[in-house]
């Protein structure tokens, strides 16, 4: 992860694109409008900042399968530009954020989450029953002593 990290909270303008280089590696982009009010002159303004946002690999699979327009998302990650000249000579930059975390914003919204089983592991629910999924058993770091019953 870089040393600066920016998070944006917005609306995707239209469902996400999707595409698979030669290697077999996923990337995403997609764009989202972050809306702020603010007073301008003593009148209540708006302005809408558009973004694009790029992801990769399981990141942009997982992105792809539950992102649609219009969803509210948090994107996390760090600011990337990519430089380029028009067909008329000039040259431009474009700012993007390149998504190291993208999730739905809970607060307009509910959502069912499903975990990606690892390499190795067969597909099914990985935790079925009342066992801790993987990484959060009795050995883990992040064990914090509950019962087995408990979901987190």
Do not use: H
């Not at 609306?11 to 301008?40: H, M, T, W």
């Not at 946002?53 to 219009?70: D, H, P, R, S, Y």
């Amino acid at each position: 992860m870089a040393d600066s990290t920016i998070t944006i909270i917005g609306n995707l303008a239209a469902d996400p694109e999707i595409r698979y280089l030669p290697n077999g590696n996923a990337v995403l982009k997609c764009r989202i409008g972050s809306k702020r009010n603010f007073q301008k002159g003593g009148e209540w303004t708006s302005k809408t900042s558009w973004w694009g946002v790029e992801a990769w690999g399981q990141l942009a699979e997982n992105a792809a399968a539950t992102f649609t327009k219009g969803m509210r998302i948090v994107v996390v990650g760090e600011v990337d530009s990519d430089e380029y000249t028009t067909e008329s000579g000039e040259k431009r930059v474009s700012y993007y954020v390149r998504a190291s975390s993208l999730g739905v914003d809970l607060r307009y919204a509910t959502a069912s989450v499903e975990r990606n089983p690892r390499e190795g592991e067969s597909g099914g629910k990985p935790n079925s029953g009342n066992k801790p999924a993987d990484g959060y058993g009795d050995n883990s770091p992040y064990n914090v002593g509950g019962d087995e019953n408990e979901p987190f």
